[in-house]
């Protein structure tokens, strides 16, 4: 019959891109997130890291975290604006890189920069507010990789698990204005950085206000008729966005 | 680099040191550099010896090297010349190397005018062979918490200022870099208030540690160090040696200073090195000797305390850090 028959190959294409994105391009883009600590560790072994090379490390990796942040963010946006779903599924990767690349970032700091000397870092938490700002973010980012696991998604529960990873803002945030606090006066890098998060968050402020205008009825979920009653279905988590 | 466990604890080592191993020690390295040189190898010797691709002409050999130098060792050619905060330049530590080339030092004048008997206007060729030019090794301690160990060549501020002959009432000496954003490219953007502007008492201006610098390691200053003459006050953090210096005038009254007027919760007039004073960026109480892995102890007036501490006897240095 036509009607299976189109079925089977709608079936299959879809099959077959779920076995395209997860024996081929996550591979590929989690091997391509270990890049920039790769190079870093051949400029470290060339002795291309200057005259600073603890500083340096300490930045690249501070930057980097920064950086898949802010990829982790524009996720949802690019999957509307380009119509990709298959995008969603790269999000949870990109933000634990981004808290892969801070922890490091902070052990950077603590290990190499301070020696372990924890007086020393003690007095930098309480003394500078940009370490207190990244120490903050980063402690906001903890939660958000301990409950990244499907495991814990269902734990919590899709809704549950999505309030608690609105927490990426305040964390995102945090990081932005830590880079704004540390550096001196010539504040471009850290400002475009800034700007960047700004229209990311701008952008899910814009969508959540046209969701409220359009009105209930279009945000209940089919076969209910009170909004906040509904449990979205599990689905809902990959698909929704955040 | 050579690391070295001894601690700089010596604010006058040449006082332990004789006089005749540092010009010995000075022969050696300029002999292993042309060594180096012409063999093409790197000296792996147990001095202070540069990368050898590194090492400049001694364009100002021979001169004398003055006993106020410390014997540590001085940090490599490569890191000093690479590593630096000159914003007229480029904010990132590498951009002054980079765009060094567009500071063309020639012609260039200081002008010496204020408060002065003769104003006068100093051509640079002038100021490169009218004062007697000395070998200075200082420690470089910037406010960043990282040092080094820089090997000048300069002559002290005092003598030009008693050519000029200071009026009764000058207390201050305000120094001006060059405000042309052609040579100077980072001012076409209002990072700081161009041009920079430092400042010093008259008494910190005459005092023997203070000089005008205008080489490094033996041959004429690079354009990223401050090209063609800056000032160098080893006791104080790196932002009070300014560089590439147009203007020096004499006042009256305390002139402002660049990172003063920027921040001036942060960066202080007098700016002293000191390891109690906190600043809100930086602890101050320890410093990266570029090339080092571990933090030093940051020593009081960055270990100038003998020579300099009696400047500011009755002061309290928190209130005027
Ligand atoms: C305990 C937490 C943290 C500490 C102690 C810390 C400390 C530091 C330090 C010492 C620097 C370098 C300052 C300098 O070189 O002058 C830095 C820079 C930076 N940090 Fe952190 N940080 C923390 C958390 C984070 C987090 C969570 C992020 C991002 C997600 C982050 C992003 C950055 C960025 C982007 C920079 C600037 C890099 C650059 O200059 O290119 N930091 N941080």
Redesign the pocket.
């Known amino acids: 019959m036509v009607l299976t028959a189109r079925h089977d190959v709608r079936g299959r294409r879809r099959a077959g891109l779920d076995w395209g994105v997860r024996r081929v391009a996550k591979p590929v883009v989690f091997l391509a997130c270990l890049a920039p600590l790769a190079w870093l560790g051949w400029l470290a072994m060339a002795g291309g890291l200057g005259a600073n090379p603890i500083?340096a490390v300490?930045?690249?990796?501070?930057?980097?975290?920064?950086?898949?942040?802010l990829l982790s963010l524009a996720i949802t946006p690019a999957r509307q604006a380009l119509n990709l779903p298959v995008l969603m599924r790269f999000r949870r990767m990109l933000g634990l890189f981004?808290?892969f690349?801070?922890s490091l970032?902070?052990l950077a700091?603590?290990g190499l920069?301070q020696f372990f000397d924890w007086t020393a870092?003690w007095e930098?938490?309480v003394k500078r507010a940009?370490?207190a700002?990244?120490?903050?973010?980063?402690?906001v980012?903890l939660p958000l990789a301990i409950t990244s696991t499907k495991a814990m998604i269902k734990r919590l529960g899709g809704r549950r698990w999505q309030r608690l990873h609105t927490l990426v803002y305040p964390?995102?945030a945090?990081?932005?204005v830590?880079?704004v606090m540390?550096?001196k006066a010539d504040l471009r890098?850290?400002l475009l950085?800034a700007g960047i998060l700004a229209l990311l968050l701008g952008w899910r402020l814009v969508a959540r206000v046209r969701r409220v205008r359009r009105g209930p009825a279009h945000q209940a979920w089919p076969g209910s008729s009170a909004r906040t009653s509904v449990k979205p279905p599990e689905t809902a988590v990959a698909t929704r966005g955040r | 680099m050579l690391i070295r466990s001894r601690k700089p604890t010596d604010p006058l080592p040449s006082a332990i040191t004789p006089r005749k191993h540092y010009l010995d020690r000075r022969r050696f390295m300029v002999a292993t550099a042309a060594a180096a040189a012409t063999t093409g190898t790197v000296g792996a010797v147990g001095v202070a010896v540069p990368k050898a691709r590194a090492r400049p002409a001694q364009r100002f050999d021979p001169f004398t090297l003055s006993p106020l130098s410390t014997d540590e060792s001085p940090t490599d050619y490569d890191a000093v010349t690479t590593y630096n905060n000159f914003y007229e330049l480029g904010t990132d530590k590498g951009d002054p190397a980079r765009n060094a080339d567009k500071l063309k030092t020639r012609p260039w004048a200081v002008v010496v005018d204020g408060l002065v008997q003769r104003p006068a206007t100093i051509a640079i060729e002038d100021l490169l062979t009218r004062f007697d030019l000395e070998e200075r090794i200082y420690r470089l301690r910037c406010v960043?918490a990282w040092s080094m160990v820089i090997p000048w060549v300069g002559f002290p501020l005092a003598a030009l200022l008693d050519r000029v002959e200071p009026l009764g009432h000058a207390r201050f000496v305000a120094f001006e870099t060059l405000l042309d954003p052609d040579r100077l490219p980072g001012q076409r953007r209002p990072i700081l208030e161009w041009p920079y502007v430092e400042g010093l008492r008259l008494d910190e201006a005459h005092h023997p540690l203070t000089i005008l610098a205008v080489g490094l390691y033996g041959d004429v200053l690079p354009g990223q160090n401050g090209a063609p003459v800056r000032l160098v006050v080893p006791w104080k953090y790196g932002f009070k040696s300014i560089k590439s210096i147009v203007r020096i005038s004499l006042t009256e009254h305390m002139p402002p200073t660049s990172w003063n007027r920027s921040a001036p919760d942060e960066y202080g007039f007098y700016a002293n090195v000191n390891p109690t004073v906190d600043h809100p960026?930086?602890s101050q109480r320890r410093e990266r000797r570029i090339g080092e892995f571990f933090r030093r102890d940051t020593l009081m007036f960055n270990g100038y305390a003998d020579e300099v501490a009696h400047l500011y006897a009755g002061m309290d240095l928190a209130t005027w850090y």
């Not at chain 1, 300490?58 to 942040?69: C, E, H, I, Q």
């Not at chain 1, 700002?133 to 402690?139: C, K, R, S, T």
């Open positions: 500083e300490v930045r690249d990796l501070g930057s980097w975290a920064l950086r898949f942040l981004a808290f690349y801070a970032h902070v700091y603590v920069d870092v930098d938490i940009y370490i700002v990244g120490l903050g973010a980063f402690i980012l964390a995102a945090l990081a932005a830590h880079y540390m550096v890098e850290p950085y | 960043e960026r930086w």
